[in-house]
C-alpha cells in the first residue's frame, strides 16, 4: 500500500481501480470492451472486500484454488521469511524449501511415489506429465475426456475437452472420449452401475479403435471440475486403471482443482481406491499464493529416467517463494485438521443445504458433489433438463454478487466451491442468498 500512495495522490477506490484495469490490462478468457472486473483489495479466510468497504463471502475460491483461504498468516509470514532467506534461484540448484516442500507432496501420496518436478501451473503441469508418459511408453497418443479441462499450454488444451480447446487445437496426437455423467448419459443409463459399465466400454472400444499400442496415456480429471464437478461411479477409475494395466497405458489423473482437501481428502483420487503413474497437482497445494504446479512421479516412470534425459524444464521450477508457500500450507491444513472440517461442512451443512434447495426450486435439476467440491445444476424443466441459458445465469451471478456473494458460474452451473476453512454460519449464509436469488429466478421465469 504504500508503494501504491506514493503513485497517487488521490483516495484509492474502486472506480480509479476499474479504469485504469480497463486502460492497462488485458484479461484471459474475454471480450475485453465488455469487461466491468470485480474489484478486490484484500481478504481474510472466505470473506474478501473492495476499495469501498464492501465485502464478499467468497465462494468460489476464486479459480477454486484458494483452499486454505485468503491471507492466511502462516502462508503469508513463510513467503515473507523466505524472500528474506533467498528470493529466487535457479531450478539446476539444490535449495532447501525445494526439498521440503517435495517431501510433503511424497509423503501425501500414495505408496509407490517418490520424486515431484514442479512446474508454474496446472497446465505445464499436465503439459510435462504427457511429455513423460510419451517418452516412456514410446507411445504418442492421449485420451481424454470431452468433460474436462487441463490449462491452456499447448497439449493440455488440446487435452482439454470443452469448447476452449477448438481455435487452439496445435498439438498432435489427443483423442476425447465420453466419461460417465449419469444426469446427462451419453449411454442412456437409468443407474450408475450402467452408466459405469457402459462408460468403460465405450473407452475400451475407443482404446481398441485407435490402436492399444499406440497410446501412451490417459489423462482424467479424478473428479472432473470446471466441466462440472461430475463424481465418476465408485468403480469408474478403477475400470480405467485395469483397462491401462492390461494395455500398458500410463494413466494420468489430474488433481489440479480436486487436490490437497478439497474433497475431504489430500487427493480425491482416494475415494475410489486407485492409484494412478503420475499425478498433476497446483491450485490447492499452497492456496494459489504463489503460482505453482508440478507432477508426483511414481517409482517406475522416476527410476525410468535415472539413466535417460529428460527433456523439460521451467526457469521458475521450485521456485523458492513457491516451495515455502507450499510447505506452509500443507503444514497449516495438517495443524488446524482442515480435512476434518472440510468433511464435517460437506456431509453436515452443504449437502443437506443444497439437497434441500433442490427440493424446493424446479430449476435445479441436480445438486452434486463433495467434500466443499458441489455443483447445482439449472434446467428450465426438471422433465426437459433445458439448461438455463447463459444470459440467464449471469443474472443469477449479479443478482448474487449484490447480495454479497462470490459465485464461481460455467455454462448453466453454479460451483459452490467455498474455501476448505469455511465455517457453517458462513455456509447457512451462503445457502440463504442462493435460495433468494433462485426464488427471484423462478418467479422472473414464470
Known sequence: MDILSTNYTNTINNKMVATMDHEYVFHSWSIQENLKP?????????????????EYL?????????????????VVQAIIDQAQELATIAPSTANLSRNEAAKRIVELAPAGFKKVFFTNAGADANENAIRMARLFTGRTKVLSSYRSYHGNTGAAIAATGDSRRIPNEYAFGHVHLFSPYLYRSEFYATNEDEECERALQH?????????????????????????????????????????????????ILDEVMAGFGRTGKWFAFEHFGVVPDLITFAKGVNSGYIPVGGVILSDKISDYFDARFFPGGLTYSGHPLAMASIVATIDAMKEENILDNVEYIGTKVLEPGLKALAEKHTIIG????????????????????????????????????KKGLITFITDNRIHVVPPCVVNEAEVLQALKIYDEVLTEVCQQLT
Not at 470485480?38 to 464492501?54: A, C, E, M, Q, R
Open 38 to 54: 470485480l474489484v478486490i483489495k484484500s481478504g481474510k479466510g472466505s470473506i474478501i472486500w473492495d476499495f469501498d468497504g464492501n
Open 58 to 74: 467468497d465462494f468460489s475460491s476464486q479459480l477454486v484454488n484458494t483452499n486454505i483461504g485468503h491471507q492466511h498468516p502462516k
Open 203 to 251: 473407452l475400451k472400444t475407443v482404446i481398441d479403435s485407435e490402436g492399444p499400442s499406440s497410446i501412451a496415456a490417459i489423462l482424467l480429471e479424478s473428479i472432473p471440475g470446471t466441466a462440472g464437478i461430475m463424481v465418476p461411479p465408485r468403480n469408474y477409475l478403477q475400470g480405467v486403471r485395469e483397462l491401462c494395466n492390461t494395455q500398458g497405458i500410463v494413466l
Open 366 to 401: 441436480e445438486v452434486r458433489g463433495v467434500g466443499v467440491f458441489w455443483a447445482i445444476e439449472l434446467v428450465k424443466s426438471k422433465q426437459t433438463k433445458e439448461r438455463l441459458t447463459v444470459q440467464i445465469m449471469n443474472d443469477i451471478k449479479k443478482r448474487c454478487a
